[in-house]
């Protein structure tokens, strides 16, 4: 049989992500004081940035803004209200070189986060650069305790997706244990299973943690064990075990014993209308040195020289790149803001028990962008309220009821809770009771979800809230 060469064209799409859009989704997921950390470590290393000689790190002036009745109203732009960059004239100042250390000074000193701890880990794991990627989506999608704010599959493409299960089983390996998973309870359970537990023990305490724990503190020792099938000594091993494991593994990191929430935005009622306003007083108004990128015309001719302007160039172009996604980070989430302004409109005029059912895709639809970027842009991201400084995604809830409901999950809760808080001191209200008022009210949730919504709520069952 002979074999002839012969040369064959085909195409195959394959998604690349380049350096400064793996930036800008870095950016975006960044919560304001993170952000703060990483313009001051890019000051640090580039001599191309420079902060302009008016700014003020103080998040004390955003407060005062925000009082004063000129605040910019809801359908400013967003250029009105901010600036990014489009300023790189100037000479030399020595009194900015003043404002730029102190901005250093006041950033927040940098203690490895969480996230960080587990991007690092991550570097050293041999991954394709979408494997990576995905890695890197699902880390910046872990809070401070280390569980998952969204469904990975919510956030993920479809192609990102077929990843998924690999990226986890590498994440759950990761240090510390317990970590990428979705609640408390799968995090004690992925630690006991690393640590070795098994077959018929690993049955029991998955039983133990899922569904008996709240007997134990009850004291229902006897009860949990006929429920477990075994005796109360293998219950008493079991539960010492547990005791031994972290409910919140992630807790050890974050930035110190204390850590401070810097809202974003503000979106308060003033005379009847609700106000919008970004805090752009915890940002400096990034810009370009002029001497700096002066400095390339200075040069001769030689290699050094040559050198030296490839140098400046590369500096330059990091410094536009960084001041361009920090404009679109920040006109990202203004455009959110505006969205939830108005579909939110009675939660900030009248409380949280008026939360209306919204998903991020609904929202992304309005803005002109991909899922994933409200996601993003919405993860550990603060609003300033009539009502306290609240999460941006507690402002995006599920339905609750039938098909076409209009109460929100978080409406729900926030009833359950004004509902216990109506009935203390009084007898403990069971999770039917409760159910049963809700029905009363025009609210249809089940039992077994009133018993949910309350577990997330931190809030005992009846049998416990009874002994108080």
Known sequence: MEFSPHLSLSQKQQLKLSPQLLQSFELMALPLAELQQ???????????????????????????????KESSKVDDTYSDSSSYGSDYGG??????????????ENALSEEETLQEHLLSQLGCESLSEEEYTVG?????????????LEDPYDILTSQQAAHLQKLLKILHQFEPAGVAVKDWRESLILQATL????????????????????????????QVAKNLGIDEMELDALYSFLKTLTPFPGQGFASGPQQYVIPDLSIKAEDGELVLSMNNSSLPD????????????????????KKAQQYIQNQLKSANSLIFQIQVRNQTLYRLAQVLLVQQRDFFLFGPQYIKPLTQKEVAAQIGVHETTVSRISTAKWIDTDWGIISVKKLFSNAVGDEGAELSKQAAKETIRQIL???QGQ???????????????????????????????NIDPSFIRGTN
């Open 427 to 457: 007898k403990a209200l069971s999770d039917q009771k409760i159910s049963d008022i809700l029905k009363e009210r025009g609210i249809s949730v089940a039992r077994r979800t009133v018993a949910k919504y309350r577990n997330e709520l």
């Open 195 to 222: 640590k070795g537990l098994k077959d018929e023990d690993l049955v029991h305490f998955k039983a133990l943690v899922n569904d008996n724990l709240e007997l134990m503190r009850a004291g229902k020792q006897s």
């Open 91 to 104: 000479g030399y100042d020595y009194e900015a070189s003043d404002r730029q250390q102190k901005f250093m």
């Open 38 to 68: 990483k313009i001051k470590s890019e000051i640090e290393s580039n001599p191309a940035l420079e902060l302009p000689s008016s700014w003020d790190f103080s998040y004390e002036r955003f407060a005062q803004q925000s009082q004063q």
């Open 421 to 423: 808080e109506e009935h």
């Open 286 to 305: 990034l810009r370009v040195s002029a001497d700096f990128e002066a400095l390339a015309q200075d040069l001769g001719n030689t290699d050094e020289a």
């Open 136 to 148: 890197q989506i699902l880390i910046t999608n872990i809070d401070a305790n280390g569980f998952f």
